[in-house]
C-alpha cells in the first residue's frame, strides 16, 4: 500500500515536468473582448467591451511550452505571458515583431524600434485602427509559452494559425535566426 | 540467438543492441522520474547556481562564486528590498543577472547614477515591475540601462553564497541600499 503510494508520489513530477517544459493547458483570458481567433470579425457588439457578454466563454487553449526553451518564436505566433503590468494576470498576445525590427504602431503610425532581447507584442485582434491597440515591447524571456491549439470551445478547435501585420512591420535585413543575441 | 548464427559483426552489433534495450527498460523510467523530480525541486525549491562577474563585488567575487538560490520567494510574492535575486536578462533571454532589488512595484527611489561623477536619480518604478541594481554601481549593467524589470522575470533569490569556502555563509539582505523618497515635500527620506 506505501509502496504504491510511493510509486505514484514519485511519478507526480513527470507530470509537472511535462505541464512545464512541453505542453499545457490554459484558459485565455475571457473577460476581454477577444476577436474569433481565426480572424474574424467580432461575434459580440463592439459596444460591449466593458462586460463580457452573455454567452462568452471561457476559451482553453494548448500551450507548446518547447518553444520558449528553443526561443524559436516566429513573428504571427500567439503567445501566452504573464502581464508586465500585473504579475498576477495571463494573457494572450500576437507576437508581431522581433529585436530589431521596425514597427510602426497602429494608433497614431509612429515607428519605433524593438530593443535588443524584446519583442512586440499586440492584442490578438486584427487592426480596426482603435486606440486601445497600440502594442508595446516585453522582454523575449517573458513570454512563456505559444498558444498552439484552441480546445474549447468546439466552434473554435483548431490550431492557431500564424497571422502577421502586413505593411506595419520593418524586418531586420539579415535572415534572423530568432535565438541570436 | 544472435551469437549462434556465427561470427558477423551485425551478430554482435544485434545482441549488444538487444542488451542496450533492456538496460533501458529496466532503468530508463526510474531515470526519467528522477530527471524529473529533480528538475521540479529546481522550479519550485532550490537551486544551485553561479554568480558571475563584477556587478556585485564586494558581495561577491567577479570570478565568480557558487550560489544557492530559492525560488519560493519568488513564487509567492516574498521578494523585499535589498535582497539579492537571479533574473532572465531583459537585454538578452539567454543570460541571467545576479542583482539585488532596490526598489518594488510603486516605490519612489532614489538610486546612484552610472559613472565617475557620482549623482543620483529619482524613480518611480512602475506597476508589475521591479527596479534590480548590482552592488558595485561603477560597473554594473542593471536597471539603469535596461529600465525597471517585469516581475515575471525573476528566478529566484539567493540567500547563500557556498564557493569559495573562505567566503561562504548567508547572503543578507541589504534594506539599507533601497533609499525611499517621500513624495509630497521631494525632499525627506522615508525609508
Redesign the interface.
Known amino acids: 500500500m506505501l509502496r504504491r503510494a510511493a510509486n505514484v508520489a ?2 507526480v ?2 507530470f ?2 511535462i505541464n ?2 512541453i505542453v499545457s493547458v490554459a484558459r485565455a483570458d475571457a473577460s476581454e473582448p477577444r476577436e474569433n481567433i481565426w480572424g474574424g470579425p467580432r461575434e459580440t457588439g463592439e459596444a460591449s467591451s466593458s462586460s463580457p457578454s452573455p454567452g462568452t466563454s471561457a476559451r482553453l487553449v494548448l500551450l507548446d511550452r518547447v518553444t520558449p526553451r528553443t ?1 524559436s518564436f516566429a513573428r504571427g505566433d500567439v503567445v501566452y ?7 498576477d494576470r495571463w494573457v494572450t498576445r500576437r507576437l508581431v515583431a522581433l529585436e530589431g525590427d521596425w514597427v510602426t504602431r497602429a494608433a497614431d503610425d509612429d515607428v519605433t524600434k524593438v ?4 519583442c512586440w507584442i499586440e492584442r490578438v485582434e486584427a487592426g480596426t485602427g482603435d486606440r486601445d491597440e497600440d502594442g508595446r515591447a ?5 513570454l ?1 509559452a505559444r498558444v498552439s491549439h484552441v480546445l474549447w470551445p468546439p466552434s473554435e478547435v483548431g490550431a492557431v494559425r500564424r497571422k502577421t501585420r502586413p505593411g506595419r512591420v520593418l524586418m531586420r535585413t539579415t535572415e534572423v535566426d530568432p ?1 541570436a ?1 | 540467438g544472435a551469437e549462434s548464427r556465427g561470427a558477423g559483426m551485425s551478430g554482435v552489433f544485434a545482441s549488444f543492441a538487444k542488451q542496450l534495450w533492456s538496460e533501458v527498460k529496466t532503468h530508463g523510467p526510474t531515470a526519467i522520474r528522477l530527471g524529473c523530480l529533480v528538475n521540479v525541486i529546481h522550479t519550485y525549491g532550490m537551486e544551485v547556481t553561479m554568480c558571475l562577474g563584477p556587478s556585485m563585488l564586494p558581495t561577491f567575487n567577479h570570478r565568480g562564486d557558487v550560489v544557492l538560490m530559492e525560488r519560493v520567494s519568488v513564487l509567492v510574492d516574498g521578494v523585499e528590498n535589498g535582497d539579492v535575486v537571479i533574473a532572465r536578462s531583459p537585454a538578452n533571454p539567454k543570460h541571467t543577472v545576479c542583482k539585488r532589488v532596490l526598489g518594488r512595484q510603486g516605490d519612489h527611489i532614489e538610486v546612484p547614477t552610472a559613472g565617475n561623477f557620482g549623482g543620483s536619480m529619482r524613480v518611480r518604478v512602475p506597476k508589475g515591475h521591479l527596479w534590480l541594481q548590482g552592488d558595485n554601481k561603477d560597473n554594473s549593467t542593471d536597471s539603469r540601462d535596461y529600465g525597471p524589470v517585469p516581475y515575471a522575470l525573476l528566478k529566484g533569490k539567493v540567500f547563500a553564497k557556498v564557493w569559495p569556502p573562505a567566503e561562504a555563509g548567508w547572503v543578507r539582505n541589504e534594506r539599507w541600499r533601497s533609499v525611499r523618497v517621500g513624495e509630497a515635500d521631494g525632499g525627506g527620506r522615508a525609508v
Do not use: E, K, W, Y
Not at chain 1, 505571458?81 to 504579475?87: A, E, G, H, I
Not at chain 1, 516585453?138 to 517573458?142: G, W
Open positions: 514519485f511519478t513530477p513527470v509537472i515536468t512545464d517544459c526561443f505571458l504573464r502581464s508586465p503590468s500585473n504579475q530593443p535588443r532581447g524584446h516585453v522582454p523575449l524571456a517573458l512563456d535565438s543575441p
